[in-house]
C-alpha cells in the first residue's frame, strides 16, 4: 500500500490514515477481509468523497474506479499542466475525477501547482548536484522529490515530456523541458518508480 510514502491512493494529498474498502463493504460483504480490497486512503477521501459509491460500467458490470494497485492512472487520466487539473482519458478515469473530486476540491489543484513548482526546482536542484559530482546530494533530492505530496504531477511530468505535443504542452518552459528529456536524469528519478 503506497509503500513508504503513506499517502492516499485516490488523491495523492492526504496522508493515508483510512483503509478503504475498493469494493465498499454494503456491496461486496465477502471481501471485507480480502487484502487485495483494501486501500490506503485519506479520510477525506474514504469518508467524505468515496463513501460507497462504486460506479460500474454499463456494459459487463466492471468497476470504473481505478484500482492504483492493478492500473496504472496514467493510462486513465492525463494531468493539464498548466490548470493543474485532470482529463479523463476513459470512463474510469472520468469516474474518479468525479468520485475523488479531483478537479472540484480546490485544495487539491492549488496543491498540484505547489508541486508542480517543486518538482521543477527538484529536476534542477539533481541537474546541478549531478554536475558538481554531489551523487549523494542528488540522490536525497530524487528521494525527496518522490516523497512529497501529489507526486503524481512529477509523474505527469515526465509521462508527458514524451508525448508527440510536449513542446505545446510545455511551451514556454523550454528548459524544464530539456531536464525532462535529459537520460541521465530520467534513469535517476525514473528507476525509483
Not at 23 to 42: I, Q, V, Y
Amino acid at each position: 500500500m503506497a509503500p513508504g510514502h503513506q499517502r492516499c491512493m485516490y488523491c495523492g494529498d492526504g496522508q493515508g490514515t483510512d483503509i478503504d474498502h475498493f469494493e465498499p463493504k454494503s456491496l461486496a460483504p465477502l471481501r471485507t477481509f480480502d487484502w487485495l480490497n483494501h486501500l490506503l486512503a485519506c479520510s477525506y477521501c474514504n469518508s467524505n468523497q468515496k463513501r460507497n459509491r462504486f460506479p460500474r460500467a454499463e456494459e459487463g458490470g466492471g468497476p470504473l474506479l481505478l484500482d492504483p494497485t492493478l492500473q496504472d492512472p496514467l493510462n486513465h487520466l492525463r494531468l493539464v499542466l498548466p490548470l493543474c487539473t485532470y482529463k479523463g482519458l476513459t470512463p474510469q478515469g472520468e469516474a474518479c475525477i468525479d468520485v475523488f473530486g479531483l478537479n472540484s476540491r480546490g485544495v487539491l489543484v492549488n496543491g498540484r501547482r505547489t508541486a508542480y513548482g517543486t518538482a521543477k526546482q527538484s529536476i534542477e536542484l539533481w541537474r546541478i548536484a549531478t554536475d558538481r559530482g554531489q551523487h549523494s546530494k542528488a540522490a536525497e533530492v530524487v528521494r525527496v522529490a518522490w516523497d512529497r505530496p501529489l507526486a503524481d504531477v512529477l509523474a505527469g511530468m515526465f509521462h508527458q515530456s514524451g508525448h508527440p505535443a510536449a513542446e505545446l504542452l510545455f511551451s514556454g518552459e523550454e528548459e524544464t523541458l530539456g531536464l525532462l528529456r535529459d537520460q541521465e536524469l530520467r534513469e535517476a528519478f525514473l528507476s525509483r518508480t
